[in-house]
């Protein structure tokens, strides 16, 4: 991507997703607390503690930083003008942090009440901000290139949130019957439309600016995010329709997921291939970061294959898939994006708000000063032991206390880099005006 196809001019506020940014690293203490307090719960997919862990990562991080990303993203990269987008982000992000606290105390306290008011919040927050970010997009005058990823991503979000509620009515309402077959839908939905699409739309357009790599393949740009919303369709029709006789339905689904898993392998090595071919050969912590979590999606997805087909299983597999997928790969990924996008927003911030004519343009600090590498770095190692401990709790119930207390340490640290980044912008702000004064 060149910087000529940016509409830097359309940028928001950097309040709008500072603040989801900055907050995404506590949800993730959470978390940890939660599993030093409940360490049983690593033993259960199932268990009210772990249900609760999940989301804090799922909704309090994950989701939590793309909100933020998307909106930063879709007035930059596709032209897309968000009305009032200073407004809109502090609705949603009310919505999304008090939502997910709700429902999170509700599973951990199994209080139905909670459960379905913390729902409700996020459902009417995320069902307004859907709609108003397909309706920016439709509206845009924007490429199809551009917009269809994140179409595609917002319609999974949709089916998620959507089958997100209807579980939730179960553990709420007496009417609603329980049904747990559709939590794997449920998760499917949210990890392989919502954040896979979405991961490979961001892709396609920060690898190659932020980490000087040739573009993606146009085929793959164009078809890999339409094959993972295809099957995902598909599987969630030939699960929810009558059973097919001889079990061609489980022949079925297993094919749609094997094109699934086929395009994620696509991407993990498709970008770890043009990040060799990268112009500038320095070090950089942030493709320390993407190694890893590519790396733990080639895990996640062998180990899957392994299970649905080999039908390969032992204690805790279902559990170190989803540490592979949410923590090794997503949030790796993610971790990385932020030490890119933090710098680079208030970089640009800063170059927008002081005038460029004047001295103080000299004054404007260079990206890798406004988070300095030794500190990312520092922080990407305690991650590395972060996952490898959780990973080793799987099967040594011991150390689970260990293992969270690494991962709360990861993310206070993460936490104190991003805060001290986007203190940067404030501090120099202040001088220049003080200054100009």
């Given at each position: ?9 359309q ?28 360490p ?9 503690a ?11 991080f ?26 809109l ?41 859907i ?29 998620t949130l ?72 598909l ?24 094109v ?12 770890i291939?043009?990040q ?17 979590g ?57 170059t927008?708000?002081?005038?460029i ?34 990973l ?12 969270a207390?690494?991962?709360?340490l990861s ?13 940067v ?13």
């Open positions: 991507m060149k910087d000529a196809a940016l509409s830097l001019e940028t928001p506020p950097l309040a709008v997703p500072l603040i989801f940014m900055l907050t995404a690293p506590f949800f993730a203490v959470l978390a940890s607390l939660i599993a030093i307090t409940h049983e719960a690593l033993s259960n997919r199932w268990d009210p772990m249900i609760a862990m999940t989301h804090l990562l799922t909704l309090g994950i989701t939590m930083v793309m909100v933020g990303a998307l909106q930063q993203l879709l007035p930059v990269l596709a032209g897309v003008q968000l009305s009032n987008p200073l407004r982000s502090r609705v949603i992000y009310f919505g999304l942090a008090t939502g997910t606290l709700v429902l999170c105390a509700g599973f951990l306290l199994m209080l139905p009440v909670l459960i379905g008011a913390g729902a409700s919040l996020l459902g009417v927050s995320f069902l307004w901000l709609a108003r970010l397909l309706l920016a997009i439709v509206q845009s005058e924007a490429s199809t290139q551009v917009t269809r990823g994140m179409k595609l991503a917002l319609f999974s979000f949709l089916v959507l089958l997100g509620l209807y579980l939730a009515a179960g553990y709420t309402l007496p009417q609603v019957s329980m049904q747990r077959t559709l939590t794997s839908l449920h998760i499917g939905w949210g990890l392989f439309g919502w954040v896979g699409i979405l991961v490979f739309t961001i892709s396609y357009q920060v690898v190659p600016m932020f980490q000087v790599t040739p573009k993606y393949p146009d085929l793959m740009i164009r078809w890999l995010a339409v094959a993972i919303f295809s099957s995902l369709v599987i969630s029709f030939t699960r929810v329709t009558a059973p097919l006789p001889g079990g061609t339905g489980d022949l079925l689904v297993l094919a749609f997921e094997s699934m898993a086929a395009g994620f392998a696509l991407y993990a090595l498709m970008t291939r043009l060799q071919q990268r112009r500038r050969r320095v070090a950089d912590v942030t493709m320390d970061y993407w190694r890893f590519l790396t733990c999606l080639l895990l996640a997805l062998v180990t899957i294959a392994l299970a649905d087909g080999a039908k390969v299983s032992f204690p805790g597999i279902d559990l170190m898939i989803g540490t592979l997928m949410i923590v090794g790969f997503t949030m790796s990924l993610i971790t990385g994006m932020l030490y890119k996008i933090i710098p680079f927003l208030v970089w640009l911030h800063l927008n708000t002081i005038d004519s004047t001295r103080w343009q000299q004054k404007i600090p260079n990206m890798k000063k406004i988070v300095p590498d030794r500190h990312a770095r520092f922080q990407f190692r305690l991650h590395l032991v972060a996952v490898g401990l959780i080793t709790s799987l099967q040594f119930k011991e150390i689970v206390e260990v293992a207390i690494a991962f709360m993310n206070l640290y993460l936490a104190f880099n991003l805060v001290r980044g986007a203190a912008y404030r501090r120099v702000v202040s001088q220049a005006s003080h200054t100009t004064q």
